[in-house]
């Protein structure tokens, strides 16, 4: 008889015990499928969708597999972007915390070179990182890899559509032939198949399929006609008032037209595409995460690997040609038991792709009129939080408990009027309620914060 608890598994007392400490005590699918493979040194293609769990396995495997008291780079994980890095580098650390003298270093791109490169000179058992960053490190010498015993690419569907593939051959050109290699990827198009021909040796496949129940997220699809696409987004936004939506387009400019639309009708809404900058990408990630702009309007390429809680709704304002990433759309849904909600548009000649959809889910999808759609009552639906950018961050040794103390003891503040504090290296980000903003900037501008007072703005909202 087969179990799903980790406590099955031939994992170390510590492991297992920061694994109950967690509140990890059963395997997801990807993990029970894909550990006993990892812990046995064999490499490994997974096919799994984000929020499957896949982190956490290859998070086991490659700390199970560390000598620490070798202070050499014994694992790399290669992500396709800064998020994701620094979300798998959070849980990694998260796992390792039972492990003395680890070191984890995120080395990303749209961070400065020099912190890493020092880093880097007092050695480091874990690397994660996006592949341009990681290359840049190898290629100047701040970087080797002789000792490396495990890599792992993640989301390698989505390097390959950022065209890092080059970057990842030369980086794999620079590791040691016997190694681990554990690839995770959510669709598995032809590009991934060579590359893992390439780049592994004897490797077990493995998928987990990842198609979710009516019950958690309700699906609805609509017949449009092609010219009434944002009328009809605007329609859907009205009747259900998502407090936090993700539109999916297909294209960059479809982003930025619907966005501009939007925002002309008094939405508070933000572009994510591939031709946004890091630090404009990380402000839209930072306002959309703390709930302080409603709607995100996303490409597939630009939304892959966010991991965004409590978000009401996905509106695909196209039918998207390939089944898998409908399900990897909607998925961002309906999370840890909630409720998700699931809005679908679809031209006549895009109804064929929605049959499609309809026999890989294997359930009917439900057709709803949008002409019965009718506005909500209430004003405009505003976001219920604003976000603050304060100019000093780590290099400032300043930490979230120095923040919420200023807010709640200094200032008054109660703690629900509180939101996320994200601390970066030059700045901070900090959630507020929407009624209470104001004021409390102004008193937060004459506060004063391990001592010292610092200038701080509304971040710039439609």
């Not at 799903?4 to 510590?14: E, G, I, N, W």
């Not at 009516?214 to 017949?223: L, N, P």
């Not at 300043?398 to 939101?419: C, E, S």
């Not at 996320?420 to 102004?442: C, H, R, S």
Request: charged residues 25%; proline residues 4%; contains cysteine.
């Amino acid at each position: 008889m087969t179990t799903s608890a980790f406590s099955s598994l031939p994992l170390s007392p510590a492991m297992l015990a920061t694994l109950d400490t967690l509140g990890y005590h059963n395997m997801t699918a990807i993990q029970a499928q894909s550990l006993p493979t990892i812990l046995n040194g064999r490499d490994l293609i997974a096919q799994a969708k984000t929020g499957s769990g896949k982190t956490a396995a290859f998070g086991i495997g490659l700390l199970q597999n560390l000598d620490v008291t070798s202070f050499k780079v014994q694992a790399l994980v290669l992500c396709p972007t800064r998020e994701l890095a620094d979300q798998v580098s959070q849980e990694v650390r998260k796992l390792a915390r039972s492990i003395p003298n680890l070191k984890i270093l995120n080395l990303s791109g749209g961070a400065p070179m020099r912190p890493q490169v020092e880093s880097l000179l007092y050695g480091a058992h874990v690397i994660v990182g996006t592949p341009g960053r990681i290359f840049d490190h190898l290629d100047r010498g701040s970087l080797e890899l002789h000792e490396l015993r495990t890599l792992v690419l993640d989301e390698a569907d989505r390097m390959v559509d950022m065209g890092f593939i080059d970057q990842i051959s030369q980086i794999v050109a620079l590791c040691p032939p016997r190694r681990q290699t554990l690839l995770f990827s959510a669709t598995f198009p032809d590009d991934i198949k060579k590359i893992s021909g390439r780049l592994m040796r004897n490797a077990e496949e493995i998928k987990v399929e990842s198609i979710h129940q009516s019950a958690q997220i309700e699906q609805y699809f609509y017949e449009i006609d092609e010219d009434e696409r944002t009328e009809a987004v605007v329609k859907l936004l009205k009747h259900f008032r998502p407090e936090s939506a993700i539109a999916f387009c297909n294209t960059k400019a479809q982003c930025r037209e619907l966005v501009d639309d939007l925002v002309r009708q008094g939405f508070s809404a933000l572009a994510l595409h591939g031709d946004l900058e890091q630090r404009d990408r990380d402000d839209v990630l930072v306002m959309f995460a703390n709930r302080s702009c409603s709607i995100l309007v996303a490409t597939d390429v630009a939304a892959r690997g966010l991991d965004i809680p409590n978000l009401d709704a996905v509106i695909n304002v196209e039918v998207t040609r390939d089944k898998e990433i409908y399900v990897h759309r909607i998925g961002r849904t309906g999370r840890s038991g909630e409720k998700g909600l699931a809005l679908n548009l679809a031209s006549p000649e895009e109804v064929h792709f929605a049959n499609l959809i309809e026999t890989f889910i294997g359930s009917p999808l439900q057709w709803r009129d949008i002409e019965k759609l009718k506005p909500a009552p209430g004003d405009m639906l505003r976001p219920p939080m604003v976000t603050v950018c304060v100019h000093g961050g780590k290099k400032d040794k300043l930490r979230p408990g120095d923040f919420l103390g200023a807010l709640t003891k200094d200032i008054g503040l109660t703690m629900d009027q509180v939101g996320k504090i994200n601390i970066t290296e030059f700045v901070t980000f900090v959630a507020l309620k929407q009624e209470i903003a104001d004021a409390t900037l102004e008193k937060l501008l004459k506060t004063n914060i391990k001592g010292k007072r610092f200038k701080a703005r509304f971040m710039q909202q439609n």
